[in-house]
């Protein structure tokens, strides 16, 4: 039998600001050198779910961690009870999100069996900022699943600090994967066929699935928008890109 | 989705009873998104918050769509006879 040992823990890494703030890593306990995944929890927070998918990458050959978005509105809080308490302060801006992302890609690469290469994935809320740090970091590959707002504006009197990306695109330093439903409304399908025309137009590497009788959300278990022709498909796209940008050694 | 939606209002002179018992309220914040417990996949969710006791300070609900709407009427009713009151 192939040794699979994986360890899962909570640890503190150094992100925005030098703020040592809570994340949640899991690796293989094995020597052999990996590529690094930073996962990018959705809005509702830093749960268990959140948890699984770092266990997952991890499961699958990877080093992954996930950083406590919310860490300092809510050191050691519930999940949602931290969630909405950044949600009443408008959610996460986005350069303390890009310092928090940064410092736990630096923390996958400061280990010692790390290959040295990074990639990002987030979901929902998630997805743009995945899209995010494409723009701004120095990762090999990023993975939007369904992130909102990555093209097309917010509301008005929108309270929450996010804007779109979309005037940016241009700036890319990483190949970006895009998982979508069809049926979604944040993205809509017209937003997301924006969002590939500006990429081919950048003359950017991006590749996109696009699953029909699929809404937003379609990855989560043990919700009602979970579509598992989708979401089993959709993992398998992911898997495939890591292994092409993270896997092998530096 | 993370529809981001979300309104925000100061709460005064009123009360919640939370995990610690009762405490005062100063927000509420509303939103239509993601239910950490509730069966849908999207729901009217009310936090009543007090920011100073920290993150726990939370009495939270989420309601269907339906059930916000049959709440909407009922505070209206309640309001305009407390108004006669």
Not at chain 1, 122 to 148: M, N
Not at chain 2, 41 to 67: C, K, M, Q, W, Y
């Given at each position: 039998?192939?040794y699979?040992?994986?360890?899962?823990?909570?640890?503190?890494?150094?992100?925005?600001?030098?703020?040592?703030?809570?994340?949640?890593?899991?690796r293989p306990f094995d020597g052999a050198a990996r590529?690094?995944?930073?996962?990018?929890?959705?809005?509702?927070?830093?749960?268990?779910?959140?948890?699984?998918?770092?266990?997952?990458?991890?499961?699958?050959?990877?080093?992954?961690?996930?950083?406590?978005?919310?860490?300092?509105?809510?050191?050691?809080?519930?999940?949602?009870?931290?969630?909405?308490?950044?949600?009443?302060?408008?959610?996460?801006?986005?350069?303390?999100?890009?310092?928090?992302?940064?410092?736990?890609?630096?923390?996958?690469?400061?280990l010692p069996n790390?290959?040295?290469?990074?990639?990002?994935?987030?979901?929902?809320?998630?997805?743009?900022?995945?899209?995010?740090?494409?723009?701004?970091?120095?990762?090999?590959?990023?993975?939007?699943?369904?992130?909102?707002?990555?093209?097309?504006?917010?509301?008005?009197?929108?309270?929450?600090?996010?804007?779109?990306?979309?005037?940016?695109?241009?700036?890319?330093?990483?190949?970006?994967?895009?998982?979508?439903?069809?049926?979604?409304?944040?993205?809509?399908?017209?937003?997301?066929?924006?969002?590939?025309?500006?990429?081919?137009?950048?003359?950017?590497?991006?590749?996109?699935?696009?699953?029909?009788?699929?809404?937003?959300?379609?990855?989560?278990?043990?919700?009602?928008?979970?579509?598992?022709?989708?979401?089993?498909?959709?993992?398998?796209?992911?898997?495939?890109?890591?292994?092409?940008?993270?896997?092998?050694?530096? | 989705?993370?529809?981001?939606?979300?309104?925000?209002?100061?709460?005064?002179?009123?009360?919640?009873?939370?995990?610690?018992?009762?405490?005062?309220?100063?927000?509420?914040?509303?939103?239509?998104?993601?239910?950490?417990?509730?069966?849908?996949?999207?729901?009217?969710?009310?936090?009543?918050?007090?920011?100073?006791?920290?993150?726990?300070?939370?009495?939270?609900?989420?309601?269907?769509?339906?059930?916000?709407?049959?709440?909407?009427?009922?505070?209206?009713?309640?309001?305009?006879?407390?108004?006669?009151?």
């Amino acid at each position: 039998m192939a040794y699979d040992a994986v360890i899962a823990e909570t640890i503190g890494i150094q992100g925005a600001n030098g703020d040592v703030i809570g994340a949640y890593s899991a690796r293989p306990f094995d020597g052999a050198a990996r590529g690094g995944v930073v996962v990018i929890h959705h809005m509702p927070g830093y749960d268990r779910e959140s948890k699984e998918t770092v266990r997952r990458f991890a499961v699958e050959g990877y080093n992954a961690v996930c950083p406590n978005l919310y860490h300092r509105e809510a050191p050691g809080a519930a999940p949602d009870d931290a969630a909405a308490t950044a949600r009443a302060n408008g959610g996460v801006p986005d350069d303390r999100l890009v310092g928090d992302v940064a410092g736990a890609a630096g923390w996958l690469r400061s280990l010692p069996n790390s290959n040295g290469r990074v990639g990002t994935i987030g979901f929902c809320s998630g997805g743009r900022q995945a899209f995010l740090t494409a723009l701004e970091l120095d990762i090999q590959g990023a993975v939007d699943c369904y992130g909102a707002f990555v093209v097309g504006e917010p509301p008005e009197g929108f309270p929450l600090r996010v804007r779109p990306l979309g005037d940016r695109v241009g700036e890319l330093r990483a190949p970006v994967l895009g998982m979508f439903g069809n049926d979604d409304a944040h993205p809509s399908p017209a937003e997301v066929d924006e969002l590939e025309k500006l990429l081919q137009e950048a003359g950017k590497e991006y590749e996109f699935h696009r699953y029909d009788d699929t809404g937003h959300s379609f990855f989560s278990v043990d919700r009602p928008a979970y579509r598992p022709m989708s979401a089993v498909d959709g993992w398998q796209k992911i898997f495939a890109f890591f292994a092409a940008k993270l896997g092998g050694e530096a | 989705m993370c529809t981001y939606s979300t309104e925000k209002l100061d709460v005064e002179r009123s009360s919640g009873k939370g995990a610690d018992g009762w405490f005062p309220l100063r927000t509420a914040t509303v939103y239509y998104d993601h239910p950490v417990h509730a069966p849908d996949d999207h729901t009217v969710n009310i936090d009543f918050l007090n920011p100073e006791r920290g993150p726990g300070a939370r009495v939270a609900v989420e309601l269907s769509l339906d059930s916000a709407k049959a709440l909407i009427e009922a505070l209206q009713v309640t309001v305009e006879r407390a108004a006669h009151h």
